[in-house]
Every structure is written in structure tokens, then in C-alpha cells.
């Protein structure tokens, strides 16, 4: 049986053999590391072209172990990072959903610059020291927009936009705020001024036809004088408050015309040139309808005329032998008719029954004659002046 003092001198070799064993490869380890770590020194000096280094994060610093560069991933993708030597982050290079995204800060940590990518294109903007926006430039889906801001108030005060279909500009003063716009669409071209409350109150340019018009309104954006381009040449019209009434001036199939109209927009006077070139003048109820009209008449001399409703009552004009004046009754017919007679250098004058049928008539010349007829008109008796052997009243004779 072996001792107990044999088995502790047994175990006590046994440990001895370990350490010097466990002493061998710490050496040798040690060794090959060393080895490893010429040969890629070596190997490094050799090429300094690395294939691939990964890592999630790299960063540079500078003497004072502060980060000046990082370069890191995020959820959009890969983002550079720059730091200025007193702390501030004043750069990030990163990506984003639309594409990439370049940011600048001021050391007072505020934005001043972003070049962005977005959907319709890219997008560039300047902003002032304490992070207000100043102005930014973007391509859109159809064009570009550039947007200019005064301090304070990030409000656009200019704008620029470009689209497939024109373009135009806009520009706007403080408050209270009043707005300049002009561009070109393919209707054609305008100037435009915005008062308060987004009124238009001057604009200047062409009307939907590409005719020029000039427009001028009060400060509620009511229009109060107007001229343009018609049909016939240029017109003026100038409106009343309720945008309605005022007076137009311009040019008709014959020539020119001047209406004044009521604020329901009913022409209550005008005047115009006729067809045969002469001129007509009108004075019409509120409705628009006709009271009074003095026109030069298709036989070249002038007239006056009444109307009641759509009849006409009275009517004062010339004849070729000298002037007329006419009474109608509501049915159109002429019950009374004075003036020169067509047959004579006299005068005339007709009495006329509802149907327009002479009922007495007295003449100047060729002599003096009064004329009764009967209702029918067939029937006469003229009463005359007597002369010696004569009686002054004849008997009834058939009507000529």
C-alpha cells in the first residue's frame, strides 16, 4: 500500500510538470502573436490599399480625444457627421428616403443651410443666424419655385414659380399686407394688386379672349372701372358701389354708345349711333324699358317719342314740307295728328277715332276747311269760312 507521503510527493511532481508545461505555451503564444502582428505591419507597409474594414461606427478625433468626424448608420442609411473645435455639430451628410440630405448648423447649434432631395427633385435651403428660414430654391413636379422671406416673418415676400404652363411672380410687402403678382399662362399675361383681405384692386394685362383690359377696384375687391376690348373695339364702363350700376362707354355695331344704368344694372339713358348713321338718344324706365326716344328718322329729319310701357303715345318729328306731331292711343293708332299738310303749305290737323279712322279734320290750305266725317269715315261735311252769297256750312257729301 503506498503512503500517504508518497502520494503527496506524487501529486506535488504532477503540478510541477503543469506549471512548466502551461509556461511553454504562454511562450509560444505570445510568439505567434508577435509573429502575426509583423506580418500584418509588414504586410500593411508593403500595401497600403485596405480591401475592407467594417464597423458600425468610425470616428475621428483630434489631439485632445474630442470627435471631429464620425461615420455612422442609421434607419435611412449611411450619415457623416463634422464637429468644430468647440463642440458644435456644424455638418451631417446623411441619407434619407428621398435621397440624400446635406445639413448645415452654425457653432450656435442653429440650421443655416439644408440641400435636400425630395420627391419632385431637389430642394436648397438658406436660412438666417438665429434658424429663421430666409429663402429656398425646388424643382417641382412640372417646373421650379424659388421663395424669398423677410426677417421676422417667414411669410414668402417674393416668389418665382415655373410650371408647363407659364409662369409667375409674386411680390408683397409688411403688413398691412399688400401683394404685386404677374405672370404668363396660356390664356396670356397680367399685372395684379392685392389689397387687404386678398382684394384685387388694380389689374392690368389680357382679358380670356387674349384682349387687353384694365381693371381698377375699391378696397373691398369691388370692381369700380373697367376697360377693355369688345366685339365692335374698346370699352369703358364705370360701376357704382354695388358693382352694378355706373356708365359704359364703347363701341356698338354702328358705332359708338353711352349707357348709364341703375344699381340693378338696367341702362335707364343711353345714347348711340343708328344704322343710317345718325344718332339716338334714350331715357328708359327702371326696368330698362324705353320712355323717351330722340333719334334722327329714317327720313333724315329728327323725332321725339313717348312710350307708356311697350306703346308709344307721342310723337314730334319732321316731314319734308315741315314738322308733325303725333298722339297714339293704347291700341298703336293715332287719334291726333298736327303739322304741315302733304297737300298744301298749310297746316293740318287730323282727329282720329279709336281705330284710327279720321272723324274731323281742319286744313289751312288750299283754303281754309273744317271737316267732320262720319265714324265709319265715309261720310263728310266741312264747315268753311263763308264767303258773300255763300252759307258756312255745306251739306254732308261722301267722303272722298
Not at 24 to 40: D, E, F, P, Q, Y
Request: glycine content about 16%; proline content about 3%; some cysteine.
Amino acid at each position: 500500500m503506498t503512503s500517504t507521503h508518497d502520494r503527496l510527493d506524487r501529486i506535488e511532481l504532477e503540478l510541477a510538470t503543469l506549471r512548466r508545461s502551461h509556461a511553454r505555451w504562454r511562450a509560444t503564444a505570445m510568439a505567434a502573436i508577435a509573429l502575426a502582428s509583423v506580418g500584418v505591419l509588414t504586410g500593411l507597409a508593403a500595401d497600403p490599399i485596405t480591401k475592407l474594414i467594417r464597423a458600425s461606427r468610425i470616428e475621428l478625433v483630434d489631439d485632445n480625444g474630442k470627435v471631429s468626424v464620425a461615420l455612422s448608420a442609421s434607419e435611412q442609411g449611411g450619415q457623416i457627421d463634422i464637429w468644430a473645435k468647440g463642440g458644435a455639430n456644424v455638418g451631417r451628410l446623411a441619407a434619407s428616403e428621398s435621397g440624400g440630405d446635406l445639413s448645415l448648423w452654425n457653432t450656435a447649434g442653429k440650421p443655416v443651410t439644408g440641400v435636400y432631395a425630395s420627391s419632385g427633385g431637389g430642394r436648397i435651403e438658406v436660412s438666417r443666424g438665429d434658424g429663421e428660414l430666409a429663402g429656398y430654391l425646388e424643382a417641382t413636379a412640372d417646373g421650379s419655385d424659388l421663395a424669398l422671406s423677410r426677417a421676422g416673418n417667414e411669410q414668402a415676400a417674393a416668389r418665382f414659380r415655373v410650371t408647363k404652363d407659364g409662369s409667375e411672380a409674386l411680390l408683397a410687402k409688411a403688413e398691412p399686407n399688400t401683394i404685386m403678382m404677374f405672370g404668363v399662362t396660356p390664356k396670356g399675361s397680367g399685372v395684379s394688386i392685392v389689397g387687404q383681405n386678398d382684394a384685387e384692386v388694380a389689374y392690368f394685362g389680357s382679358d380670356q379672349n387674349r384682349s387687353g383690359m384694365l381693371r381698377l377696384g375699391n378696397a373691398a375687391g369691388s370692381t369700380m372701372l373697367e376697360a377693355g376690348v369688345g366685339d365692335h373695339g374698346g370699352e369703358l364702363l364705370a360701376r357704382n358701389t354695388t358693382g352694378q350700376g355706373g356708365a359704359l362707354i364703347g363701341n356698338g355695331d354702328n358705332g359708338g354708345f353711352m349707357d348709364m344704368r341703375n344699381g340693378d344694372g338696367k341702362a335707364v339713358a343711353s345714347l348711340a349711333v343708328q344704322p343710317n348713321g345718325g344718332g339716338v338718344a334714350s331715357v328708359c324706365y327702371a326696368s330698362g324699358q324705353v320712355a323717351a326716344l330722340m333719334d334722327q328718322g329714317k327720313d333724315e329729319s329728327g323725332t321725339v317719342q313717348v312710350f307708356a310701357g311697350a306703346n308709344r303715345m307721342a310723337a314730334l318729328g319732321g316731314s319734308k314740307t315741315g314738322g308733325l306731331l303725333n298722339l297714339f292711343n293704347m291700341k298703336g293708332k293715332a287719334v291726333f295728328v298736327a303739322g304741315s299738310a302733304s297737300d298744301g303749305t298749310g297746316g293740318i290737323l287730323s282727329v282720329r277715332n279709336g281705330d284710327g279712322t279720321q272723324v274731323v279734320r281742319a286744313s289751312a290750305e288750299p283754303a281754309p276747311e273744317v271737316a267732320v266725317y262720319s265714324n265709319d269715315g265715309q261720310q263728310k261735311r266741312v264747315i268753311s269760312a263763308p264767303t258773300p252769297g255763300t252759307a258756312a256750312t255745306a251739306p254732308a257729301t261722301p267722303a272722298p
